[in-house]
């Protein structure tokens, strides 16, 4: 019976386990064709592994691979017999042996990587073509691009150490070289991973997905396949932080055996620099061809005759067997590898310049370019031009890579030139533009190319540049973009990839997995990895990595023209407090589902991981950002020294105002379902995205209770209609229990002139605002400040469940110790800026603080930055500022109480930090003909009507009609509008 097909994983896994699995002697109901094979039947051996009497390295490590496994999942050890022993019963035959060829089986009959999984008459056949261990094999030379030798590669291991077994004794193991055939291997774990349900998601037990059972068998037609990349080099020995930390507690033969199981190596191949400082020193050093002018010592003269000579030379000499490779070359198999410096300083000599001056229009403005692309390749050329006469079957190889990553022009790479060129596939997610430089010049050499083509894929960046200068990185999780590039590269006919860098655990086993079988579907491998995993903490889990995926590639999140992470795009842009937040309900979701101790501790590994990295990340974010920003906080006083003809220049365009002869919100409104609600103050205009030639009035009532927020909708700035609440009370003993007070909004511009149009961040509107634990009475001390989110900017709900400004803070001053009261929010270069009035008995004045993020603030080290004047009109209180630019400096309206009542005053700043207050009122209490101020004129909005270019100034007006809204502008209105 066949299983999931292998080209498509898309059937839950645990409809694959009934075909393979049975706690029970009970036949499948119905039986399809093909022969059925029982390894172990009601926890007891049902066939016999049979190996050859020398078995190559590759069918003894699948034996013992199979015994192993076979053994943890059902407790029951097969025998593992020589072919020259009897072996009556069924018997499952790895690797080549007399059993094999009598089935007319040779390992010799298959091509490189190929395997069989076979079914016969009494017998399972597991066999591949495999390396042989001869002398003549172990003699053959070579350096990977990482410049270890072959021989480095056939790692020796305790076998049962290993494996967990340790009490089986002692068992020295020679693994098979990463790099040599293995196809009997390849066959195992094939085996046990489509007919036994193992998954090896990390080198451990822990890591690993071994299934229970206590009856195992499988059937199917043949299986005769290779993987479909041919050279798979991604050996990750987690020396990166994620997959480090997920994997938890390994051992390094732990990892050579995870490599195998993973069926990574494949084809020899090689391809890195060889031309640089070290082998120009040590082997490269004739005179005659060192490079001329400041190159000396970094690069050779690449038009040299002689060089050529020498480098033909050596590759022949390897092709040969001659020698070993000298240190810092590379080549394995038929590739041998020449790649230059990684310097932009080259030979000086007539010939070398002229080559080089013909890139000189090549330039891309990327890292990825053509300017020395024919003069690099027409030496590459040269030299297997001169390769070609003697070895035609074998390859130079080279990079396309930074400043030769085009090919050349008016000449084709000669066919025995295997190119490799390296691409930026970590940022195809989220960078549109690299992406298409390098599809240019990867589809140009795919088209030119007559020899096999490799890649160079990064995997990178944001993690190499982060852990070099000590800071975390939000994960780069693109696991999609992953999966889709490697199909792409695959099905265009790359033969091989180099993996430059390491991802994360769920990543990386995607990559390996797709680069065996392009035919896999991405999300069908995460659902069924989340599913068996982490068990009963599978949805949670899944939702957490998808959602930092969605995250991390979204381009919108990132700033034009810098599509890539640095210390504050990953936190301020990426990681914000209210994604982190989310994420962290899904973690603790997860833990509190973790339902086995495996899974607890699965989810733990993932918790000190990822998560334990993004936190930390956010936390030296904010540390960083936070104490940066209030050391930049100047001392600030009231009479900062902006001279009085400046500030009279500043506040003229704001004298002069024309009334409106009734309140535009009157004291007595009637707001349906609220109509306790009186005394309506704190107007803030503004206008809602996708609604234009529309404004919204925010304003506060109160009901004898306390306050709530509504708002109201006009035209024309002058007529509102259809109030409604905007936001209530919140919790009982909560902070804003008392009421809350929005206004503070998130605006897209704080120019004077520009529309109070809201601004969305992470999706929402935001706004801060003020409010009181209690309800009872005015204003009962001590207030707060909040933040609020708004989907349609019409009805506001909490951002954060805990104040971000209270008296109870470590950095509250004297000055503000026993109420905090309305903020005023202002963004400015990537920072945010609360100016808030608090007060100390019966004195009001203004403060700011800081932010990065909306929800955690720091306040400035100079408040009170507005200060009370003694005699002034604004002798007790300075409240309630709001803050705008205006050309070359910001202003501040505020409400001044001192001589005569609460007075319309402004205050001016070069800086947002320092403010001098001008000692005039811009408007007096007392001014309106009507007496709407007669005892008060304060707590003001400030708009712009394009239409008739116009200020509104609504205010909150106290006097002969109560406390209400009303309107003053720069402009006489028409009648019509009176």
């Known amino acids: 019976m066949n299983t999931i097909p292998w080209n498509r994983l898309t059937a839950p896994f645990i409809a694959m386990l009934a075909v393979c699995f049975s706690t029970h002697g009970a036949e499948p109901a119905s039986k399809p064709a093909g022969s059925r094979f029982e390894l172990v039947r009601d926890g007891k051996p049902a066939c016999a592994i049979v190996v050859a009497e020398r078995p190559s390295p590759a069918a003894r490590l699948a034996a013992l691979e199979l015994q192993s496994h076979i053994l943890k999942i059902a407790g029951v050890e097969l025998p593992l017999k020589r072919d020259t022993e009897p072996a009556p019963g069924a018997r499952l035959l790895v690797g080549e042996s007399a059993a094999t060829r009598a089935l007319g089986l040779r390992g010799t009959d298959f091509a490189p990587q190929e395997y069989l999984i076979g079914f016969r008459s009494n017998a399972l056949v597991l066999i591949g073509r495999d390396w042989a261990d001869t002398e003549a094999n172990r003699r053959e030379t070579g350096r990977t691009l990482q410049d270890q030798r072959l021989s480095d590669l056939r790692h020796k291991i305790d076998y049962w150490k290993t494996v967990g077994l340790a009490g089986r004794g002692p ?23 489509r007919f036994c349900g193992v998954r090896w998601y990390g080198p451990t037990d822990l890591t690993s997905v071994i299934p229970k059972r206590s009856h195992l068998w499988a059937e199917g037609p043949d299986l005769r396949r290779a993987p479909a990349l041919k050279h798979r080099n991604a050996l990750s020995s987690a020396s990166w932080p994620f997959l480090r930390r997920q994997w938890g507690a390994f051992t390094q033969p732990e990892v050579f055996l995870h490599w195998r199981r993973l069926r990574l190596g494949g084809e020899k191949w090689a391809g890195n620099h060889t031309i640089h400082r070290r082998t120009i020193e040590t082997v490269l050093k004739d005179p005659e061809y060192q490079a001329q002018g400041a190159a000396r010592g970094l690069n050779l003269c690449y038009t040299h005759p002689k060089l050529v000579q020498t480098l033909a030379g050596m590759a022949r000499d390897y092709f040969d067997g001659k020698t070993e490779l000298p240190e810092g070359f590379k080549a394995l198999g038929d590739y041998y590898a020449i790649v230059p410096e990684d310097v932009a300083k080259y030979c000086a000599c007539e010939r070398c310049r002229a080559l080089l001056d013909q890139g000189k229009d090549r330039k891309t403005g990327f890292f990825s370019s053509g300017e020395i692309s024919d003069y690099w390749f027409s030496f590459v050329n040269a030299v297997a031009r001169e390769l070609r006469r003697t070895h035609p079957d074998k390859f130079l190889t080279t990079l396309a890579y930074w400043n030769y990553a085009f090919p050349p022009r008016g000449f084709e790479l000669e066919p025995n030139v295997a190119i490799a060129p390296c691409l930026h596939t970590c940022a195809y997610a989220i960078d549109d533009a690299v992406r298409e ?8 050499w795919m088209a030119k190319a007559k020899a096999p083509v490799f890649l160079w894929n990064y995997y990178h960046h944001p993690m190499e540049p982060a852990l070099i200068d000590k800071w975390k990185c939000f994960p780069n999780v693109m696991v999609h973009e992953t999966a889709r590039a490697a199909r792409m590269f695959i099905h265009d006919g790359v033969r091989g990839i180099f993996e430059c860098g390491e991802q994360d655990q769920v990543e990386q086993y995607v990559l390996v997995k797709v680069w065996d079988d392009p035919g896999l579907d991405t999300d069908a491998l995460l659902d069924e990895f989340f599913a068996l995993y982490f068990e009963g903490a599978a949805q949670p889990m899944n939702r957490f990595y998808r959602a930092i995926e969605a995250i991390a590639c ?30 962290a309900a899904l973690m603790a979701e997860a833990e509190s589902r973790a339902d086995t101790e495996q899974a607890r501790q699965r989810v733990a590994l993932w918790r000190n991981s990822l998560w334990k990295w ?33 500030l009279d220049a500043w506040s003229a365009p704001y004298r002069g105002w024309h009334y409106h002869p009734d309140p535009v919100i009157p004291s007595d409104l009637k707001i349906p379902g609220h109509e306790k609600f009186h005394s309506f103050d704190v107007p803030a205009v503004f206008q809602v995205p996708g609604q234009p030639g529309k404004w919204f009035m925010s304003f506060i009532g109160f009901n004898g209770q306390g306050y709530n927020s509504f708002v109201a909708e006009s035209t024309n700035l002058v007529d509102w209609t259809q109030p409604r609440l905007a936001m209530g009370f919140g919790p009982t003993n909560e902070f804003d229990h008392g009421g809350c007070v929005i206004g503070a909004f998130l605006y897209d511009s ?58 109870q803070d470590p950095d509250c001053g004297a000055w503000e110790k026993d109420c905090i009261y309305q903020p005023w929010l202002v963004e400015e270069g990537g920072r945010y800026y609360n100016f808030y009035n608090a ?54 309206f505020y409400f001044g109480v001192g001589r005569g ?12 930090q320092r403010w001098t207050s001008h000692p005039e009122p811009l408007y007096k209490a007392g001014g309106h003909p009507g007496g709407l101020d007669k005892q008060y004129a304060h707590k003001i909005s400030l708009v712009r009507n394009p239409a008739n270019d116009t200020f509104y100034l609504h205010y909150c007006a106290c006097g002969n009609k109560g406390r209400c809204i009303g309107l003053l502008t720069s402009r006489r209105l028409p009648a019509k509008a009176q």
């Not at 023209?561 to 982190?580: D, S, V, Y």
């Open 171 to 193: 068992l020295e193991l020679e693994l098979p070289g990463v790099f040599d055939d293995q196809g009997t291997c390849y066959a195992a774990y094939d085996f046990l991973e």
């Open 437 to 444: 430089n390098d599809m240019k010049f990867y589809r140009d």
């Open 554 to 583: 979204n381009q919108a999140f990132y700033p034009p023209k810098a599509h890539k992470q640095n210390k504050t795009i990953a936190w301020a842009n990426l990681g914000t407090p209210e994604r982190m937040s989310q994420l």
């Open 614 to 646: 993004m936190q930390e990340g956010r936390a030296d974010y904010e540390a960083r950002t936070l104490k940066t920003a209030a050391a930049s906080a100047p001392p600030a006083e009231n009479s900062a020294p902006i001279d009085a003809a400046t």
């Open 750 to 807: 704080y120019d004077i002139r520009a529309p109070r149009l809201l601004k969305q961040r992470d999706g929402k509107f935001w706004t801060l605002y003020g409010c009181y634990p209690r309800q009872g009475g005015y204003e009962l001390r001590p207030g707060y400040e909040g933040v609020a989110v708004s989907d349609d900017g019409l009805s506001w709900r909490r951002a954060k469940d805990k104040p971000i400004l209270a008296v």
């Open 839 to 892: 007060a100390n008995g019966g004195t009001e004045q203004m403060g700011g603080a800081v932010s990065t993020n909306l929800l955690d603030w720091k306040r400035y080290p100079s408040n009170p930055i507005v200060r009370v004047r003694p005699g002034g009109y604004d002798a007790q209180f300075c409240s309630d500022g709001k803050v705008f630019r205006d050309g070359d400096h910001w202003v501040m």
């Open 901 to 912: 009542g609460a007075h319309i005053m402004a205050a001016f700043s070069r800086d947002l």
